[in-house]
């Protein structure tokens, strides 16, 4: 059974960086894209950044030139570099991917999400 691990949120002072990270465990046969998303107290889900199969990728406009996503396609993993924070940073991110497993189907699949918080 298909599972994303997301790994390395926590707190931050403003101005200082974190690194997100996100595994696509189980039986995973090919992935389309990976990407994150946040989620903020009382706010919408928002697109953060996406990766797909090719190396295409498409950022938010709230953390363009800040963010960068990043995947290592041996481990199946996703990362999100994150400089330059702020507190408006602050959300659960929550990881995403489409992939083709051995349920023979393709599947958009969710992490549990993980706390980002942007304080002094």
């Known amino acids: 059974q298909v599972q994303l691990v997301e790994s390395g949120g926590g707190l931050v002072q403003p101005g200082g960086s974190l690194r997100l990270s996100c595994e696509a465990s189980?039986?995973?046969?090919?992935?389309?894209?990976m990407g994150w998303y946040r989620q903020a107290q009382g706010k919408e889900r928002e697109l953060i950044a996406t990766l797909n199969s090719g190396g295409g990728t498409n950022y938010g406009d709230s953390v363009k030139g800040r963010f960068t996503i990043a995947r290592d396609g041996t481990k199946n993993t996703v990362y999100l570099q994150m400089n330059s924070l702020k507190p408006e940073d602050t959300a659960v991110y929550y990881c995403t991917s489409r992939l083709y497993s051995d349920s023979r189907k393709w599947n958009d699949y969710w992490g549990q999400g993980t706390q980002v918080t942007v304080s002094s």
């Open positions: 189980g039986t995973v046969f090919r992935i389309e894209t």
